[in-house]
């Protein structure tokens, strides 16, 4: 290829702001940079010099190496490092340049085809990762593993030699720019052991890793308990055994996760060297010290090892031991139950609306993740409880001291992840700054925190991790680490001037040559006579003289052609080098290296220095984390009027002047307020031992308010036993062990279900499995299938909750006829939701009493929808019939009165009858807004004269 094609091509790929730089002052050194051209210029005899050179039918030395990378990558897009770029190439540069909306070129040919390709800048990779991890893909990084100037000693036409150095995936990432700071990033597996001959049922073991805190557990499930674990998790990727990823029963498990499947290798899950590989991780002679495994756990905890090996290529996340998780300890709440409740995200997938998003007053990225995952978790062990309420309630009673944390802990950033990448070699400068901030929010959070006396055990906690943090690591990171840093360690000039004296030293002799550089630009001027003369650089000819073509005859002629050796003529300018810009250069580049070496010098010393720290600001990390959640409920339950529930052993249910934590915010925002209710759903006595749960049974009209009642409950539960305080005015609940809910099921189409079944089989589940210290909550169980088949499920659900289940239970029904089931079940408890009616309208009081609803009032809400008025009309005329007839269709109903008769003669709406008042007829009229000052006032006299005149009337 003729050089200046190759220029050319190398020239198309920089930015021409950066080329129409001049030298008109000192500047620092990279802005006196091209890119870099010289890498520029290698990518560019990659596959299209190579590609021509090659004869048609045989393959170029980078393509060939291009292949083989890719075919040890099959199922990853191959990001394929060319100098400044990082170039697609066939199939994967397809699928990117649709992806990310980049334009697809073509670069050579490969056996006489065009090769498609598109490229991203190295410096933007991050953002473009992010947006193919987001949709699923998976990207491996092929670097550069040498100099271009070390591959061109091996001959003009050797290639640069590259490999793999990372494959990143959706679980495996460390960047901030790629990470949710307020949710955990969890790569999970799942092993499996089939159902035994005695009738055991399948197990199955959860190993789940947050790589960029290092946070690492397992768990053991029986077969119907993996979906409730997996939506806990809510893992971004999930690795599943090839052997089981197309079970049809778990196949929708895998898709309604929400996590990108990985179908994993059954090596990766051998049970015979699972324990041996995680010895070897954390380097130890054996597991012991970190508990004891299931055979199951072992192997699925060692998939994530064996991911993480094959993925990281020689790197090793620093993990924490495993931790396992018992079966109890966390309140059980399957997938569904999570998903109606809203906890963590809506039914339509937002974290805006969920009870998560309300509730979140926390101001550190690890506080959020640590609520989520509480929020995700709520303990069953009534004295873990109480100490996180404690916490709480510390915060709560000291209103200045919460304000002063919470200022503090803004200003903490992420510890626990920056450590992460600087212990894999991934971290920068700014990284480095992370810890020595954080480390000093800890110190001024522990001074602070210090002075209470009586802390409670969970602060008592936090402060010993944060007493024992390394102090003075952030004294020395302040000391050696400028105010302004770069992004990248390469990039130097992160060092503070005056931590080391030969750096200072190095720097000035290089600042001082470009000083002699930018005044040698007008000497030159002068000499020649040239007053456009400008002296560049860039990292092909270094700095050169750059002048207009019409001048270059003159600096080609004698006498100053004795100063200016012509290096290059391009089609708008003439460049020349001199003997005295090539000796500054040289020192500038020598004092830049040997700076670049120290600064990475120091980067290394520190970096040992934090690693050898690294156990105790993960647990400084943390314990900010901690007393962040507990600020932030205090903080939320000020705002809000939260108290503080009793949590005990007991089996009771006592609810005071509960509120919807959700719909409570959504009506603040209105202007309106939320009407408490109370509820009661202990054994009605309270003893130890549990005589069965008393079960509420609410009726009442649509609308009214039973969802919302029912919600708030299993809600207040949730919070209660995270270690939140709650919306009520009191709130007394024994242990909570499972909570189940079965609040308006969808489709669930994809899965081949339909409403009815969906919803039969949450109730199946739950009958089956819910306990005395269950909570369930049934939002209207059997209206997705005929009258009288729903209430005879209905019916028979609740005789089963009453003498089997002995739950607590709140059930939402439209079938009155269940009231009756009080008289014979002495737990059942009848209550319905006040309404009022006027003038035929109703008026929701949201207010729950004793007593069975005597209807629906169905109708009247389907009017308020604004349901036409003829259907209204002719809904309320079938109505009387039906009612009339006791519940069949009578013949006359079906002959008579079509719909549009009934149009025809109901009254128009808007028409107001003749007995009505006329006061309200005048109000009806009124549009308060269209009314000056003056007209309102006249307007209150007439409606004034207007009520006397029938007052009088009526007497
Ligand atoms: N306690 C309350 N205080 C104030 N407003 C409430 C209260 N409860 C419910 N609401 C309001 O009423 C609306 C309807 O409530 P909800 O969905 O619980 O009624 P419902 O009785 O379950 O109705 P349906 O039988 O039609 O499902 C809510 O969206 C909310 O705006």
Redesign the pocket.
């Given at each position: 290829m003729p050089v200046s094609k190759l220029i050319g091509f190398a020239l198309s790929k920089l930015e021409p702001s950066r080329l129409r730089m001049t030298l008109t002052a000192p500047l620092p050194q990279s802005e006196f940079d091209e890119p870099n051209q010289d890498e520029a210029a290698v990518a560019a005899v990659g596959p299209q010099d190579e590609a021509e050179a090659a004869p048609v039918g045989h393959i170029t030395p980078v393509m060939q190496q291009f292949v083989e990378i890719k075919a040890a990558n099959p199922d990853s897009l191959l990001f394929f490092r060319m100098g400044d770029f990082y170039e697609m190439f066939f199939g994967d540069a397809e699928v990117a340049s649709r992806a990310l909306g980049i334009t697809l070129t073509k670069r050579g040919k490969h056996l006489g085809e065009d090769i498609p390709m598109c490229g991203v800048p190295v410096h933007a990779a991050d953002d473009y990762l992010q947006r193919l991890i987001a949709l699923g893909h998976r990207v491996a990084v092929c670097e550069q593993l040498e100099d271009p100037a070390e591959a061109r000693k091996r001959g003009s036409k050797a290639v640069v030699r590259r490999d793999v150095i990372r494959l990143v995936t959706p679980g495996t990432i460390t960047e901030d720019n790629l990470l949710d700071a307020r949710r955990s990033n969890y790569l999970a597996s799942v092993a499996r052991t089939k159902a035994g001959a005695e009738g055991a049922g399948d197990r199955f073991a959860v190993a789940f890793a947050d790589m960029s805190t290092g946070a690492f557990r397992v768990l053991e499930v029986e077969g119907g308990g993996l979906a409730a674990a997996i939506a806990r998790i809510e893992p971004r990727e999930l690795l599943i055994p090839d052997s089981i990823i197309g079970d049809d029963d778990l196949k929708p498990l895998w898709r309604q996760s929400g996590a990108a499947s990985v179908p994993t290798p059954r090596a990766f899950f051998d049970g015979a060297t699972a324990g041996d590989r995680l010895a070897a991780y954390f380097g130890v002679a054996s597991l012991d010290a970190f508990g004891r495994f299931t055979r199951l756990e072992l192997q699925a905890a060692s998939a994530v090892i064996a991911y993480l090996d094959k993925t990281q290529i020689g790197q090793r996340p620093p993990l924490d031991p495993p931790a396992r998780e018992g079966e109890t300890g966390i309140m059980s709440i399957d997938a569904a139950t999570r998903a109606n409740l809203e906890l963590a995200r809506t039914l339509s997938g937002e974290r805006r609306g969920s009870l998560l998003s309300v509730i979140d007053r926390t101001v550190t990225g690890a506080g959020a993740r640590l609520l989520a995952e509480r929020l995700a978790a709520p303990l069953t062990d009534p004295e873990a409880i109480r100490h996180r309420l404690d916490a709480v309630d510390l915060f709560l009673r000291e209103p200045a001291l919460r304000a002063d944390i919470s200022r503090r802990l803004s200003a903490a950033p992420d510890m626990a992840r920056a450590l992460t990448r600087l212990v894999m070699g991934r971290g920068g400068p700014r990284d480095m700054r992370a810890i020595g901030e954080g480390l000093e929010a800890a110190a001024g959070v522990l001074r602070r925190l210090a002075e209470i006396e009586l802390p409670g055990e969970e602060i008592a906690a936090a402060l010993a991790s944060l007493a024992s943090a390394p102090h003075g690591l952030a004294g020395d990171l302040a000391a050696a680490l400028d105010d302004d840093l770069p992004l990248l360690k390469r990039d130097g000039g992160f060092v503070r001037t005056g931590y080391r004296a030969d750096l200072d030293e190095t720097r000035s002799l290089r600042d001082e040559s470009r000083r002699v550089i930018a005044s040698l630009q007008a000497t030159y001027v002068d000499l020649s006579g040239i007053k456009s003369l400008k002296i560049k650089h860039n990292n092909v000819l270094g700095y050169f003289v750059d002048i207009g073509p019409n001048h270059a005859a003159a600096m080609m002629a004698a006498p100053l052609n004795e100063t200016f050796i012509h290096r290059q003529t391009l089609a708008n300018a003439v460049r020349f080098s001199t003997v005295e810009l090539g000796q500054l250069e040289g020192r500038i580049a020598s004092a830049g290296e040997r700076s670049l070496a120290i600064e990475m010098q120091v980067f290394g010393e520190l970096s040992a220095a934090i690693e050898r720290e690294a156990a105790a600001i993960k647990r400084a990390a943390e314990a900010l984390a901690v007393i962040d959640v507990a600020s932030a409920l205090a903080t939320l339950a000020d705002e809000r009027g939260y108290c503080r529930p009793k949590v005990d052993d007991s089996f009771a249910f006592h609810i005071e002047a509960g509120?919807?934590p959700v719909?409570e915010d959504?009506?603040r925002t209105e202007g309106?307020?939320?009407?408490?209710?109370d509820s009661d759903i202990g054994p009605s006595a309270e003893t130890g031992a549990p005589d069965g749960g008393r079960i509420w049974l609410i009726t009442?009209?649509?609308?009214?308010?039973?969802?919302?009642?029912l919600r708030q409950n299993a809600l207040i539960a949730v919070l209660a036993q995270m270690g939140s305080f709650v919306p009520a005015k009191s709130a007394h609940i024994g242990t909570v062990d499972r909570l189940f809910s079965r609040v308006?099921a969808a489709d669930d189409l994809a899965r081949g279900r339909s409403t009815f079944m969906v919803e039969m089989i949450e109730t199946a589940a739950i009958l089956n499995q819910a306990g005395p210290r269950a909570l369930v909550i049934l939002?209207?169980i059997g209206r997705g299938t005929a009258t009288f088949d729903g209430l005879s499920i209905a019916w028979a659900t609740i005789e089963h909750l009453h003498a089997v289940n002995r739950s607590r239970a709140l059930f939402?029904t439209?079938y009155h006829e269940l009231t009756a089931l009080s008289e014979r079940l002495e737990r059942i408890v009848n209550a319905t939701?006040k309404v009022r009616e006027w003038k035929g309208d109703v008026v929701?009081l949201?207010e729950i009493v004793p007593g069975a609803a005597d209807r629906s009032y169905g109708i009247q809400?389907a009017r308020l929808a604004g349901l036409p008025p003829a259907v209204v009309d002719r809904a309320k005329s079938v109505l009387a019939e039906l009612e009339k007839s006791g519940g069949s269709a009578p013949a006359s109903l079906i002959d008579d009165l079509p719909l549009f008769t009934a149009a025809r003669r109901a009254p128009r709406r808007e028409e107001a009858p003749e007995d009505m008042p006329k006061v309200l007829e005048m109000l009806d009229g009124l549009s308060p807004d269209d009314l000056s000052p003056r007209e309102a006032l006249e307007m209150l006299y007439s409606l004034k004269a207007e009520r006397l005149r029938e007052k009088r009337k009526a007497d």
């Open positions: 509120r919807h719909v959504v009506l309106q307020s939320f009407v408490a209710n009442g009209p649509n609308m009214a308010g039973k969802s919302t009642f308006g939002d209207e939402a439209h939701v929701f949201h809400v």
